[in-house]
């Protein structure tokens, strides 16, 4: 089982980036995946989430309206389109799946890619 996160880089605030979580070794139809982000010095949070039957979504509070989560399953893609983006939001960036439907919490999770550093600055 393997997650790479990529995409990240530097942007000015109010910019966009997407990120991609590749996938393999498992089914995409089996396991929820979600991004997680965890800056200097804070712990690690969950960003959104999607399911892994209906496409139910989950998403945290500061990053609704900004931020959209969706996944390829042909491609073995889950990808985070970020919007508006703000310094807070500068953090390393990884995706996780979850054999759970949906989850929102670090616990949650079964297995972890390595991250991608997204700062945010002008």
């Known amino acids: 089982v393997q997650l790479q996160a990529s995409g990240g880089g530097l942007v000015q605030p109010g910019g966009s980036l997407t990120l991609s979580c590749s996938t393999s070794?498992?089914?995409?139809?089996?396991?929820?995946i979600g991004w997680f982000r965890q800056a200097p010095g804070k712990e690690r949070e969950g960003v959104s989430c999607?399911?892994?039957?209906?496409?139910?979504?989950y998403y945290k509070d500061s990053v609704k309206g900004r931020f959209t989560i969706a996944r390829d399953n042909a491609k073995n893609t889950v990808y985070l389109q970020m919007n508006n983006l703000k310094p807070e939001d500068s953090a390393i960036y990884s995706c996780?799946?979850?054999?759970?439907?949906?989850?929102?919490?670090?616990?949650?999770?079964?297995?972890w890619g390595q991250g991608t550093q997204v700062t945010v600055s002008s």
């Open positions: 999607i399911s892994s039957r209906d496409g139910g979504t």
């Open positions: 996780a799946a979850s054999g759970k439907v949906l989850a929102t919490k670090v616990n949650d999770y079964d297995y």
């Open positions: 070794g498992f089914s995409l139809d089996y396991y929820a």
